[in-house]
């Protein structure tokens, strides 16, 4: 499977130019892992979490969670309670949001998904920079970047291309102070490091 060149991508990451603080994450980890459940649901108020499946929970293009994964993966899934679907559902026990739009495109499929569950109140998690984290602050998300990804075998070329540059972009963007968007769950807890394990 290829993916399909990701023009919104690309036009969105111009709003950076604008808005630096949107390709800032609000929470860095190396992967899931690293992410407290329990706290982001318990102390953050958190109700729904949305994920970027490639390179983020599997390897590019395969529908089985990466097996050091499995642990963390089993307690997101206990901790925001959900439900088995179809034949990639199945495989990682999770509904799977097919978007017709391109991240950082499609908040509103993820919403219409979430039902009445707030975008304050969703965290989205993701390894790209101008998808998933763009795509979550745009949204109004709590975002976490899982900044060790799981392979570049099989990956697309000019994704990998292009996360080497995120990766420079976030240490100048840091260096620089900007921050990421205010989010009512860092400003309430005003301690991102809860989230971390």
């Not at 729904?48 to 499995?70: M, R, W």
């Not at 499609?106 to 975008?119: C, D």
Request: aromatic share 8%; hydrophobic share 40%.
């Amino acid at each position: 499977m290829v993916q399909s060149f990701n023009i919104s991508g690309i036009v969105n990451a111009f709003r950076v130019i604008w808005n630096p603080s949107l390709a800032i994450p609000h929470i860095i980890v190396n992967d899931v892992r690293n992410i407290n459940f329990g706290t982001l649901k318990g102390k953050g108020g958190v109700q729904a979490i949305g994920f970027d499946k490639d390179n983020c929970l599997t390897a590019p293009y395969v529908s089985q969670i990466h097996q050091p994964f499995e642990e963390a993966w089993i307690e997101c899934k206990n901790t925001f309670g959900v439900d088995n679907a179809k034949k990639l559902e199945q495989s990682l026990g999770v509904p799977v949001l097919r978007h017709s739009e391109k991240k950082p495109l499609g908040g509103r499929e993820l919403q219409k998904h979430f039902g009445q569950t707030s975008p304050r109140q969703t965290v989205f998690v993701g390894d790209r920079i101008f998808t998933d984290v763009l795509f979550g602050n745009i949204n109004g998300n709590l975002t976490i970047w899982t900044s060790k990804i799981v392979t570049e075998q099989g990956d697309n070329k000019a994704a990998a291309l292009l996360r080497r540059m995120e990766y420079r972009l976030i240490k100048f963007l840091q260096m620089m102070g900007v921050q990421a968007p205010e989010h009512p769950i860092i400003q309430t807890t005003k301690d991102k490091n809860l989230f971390i394990k």
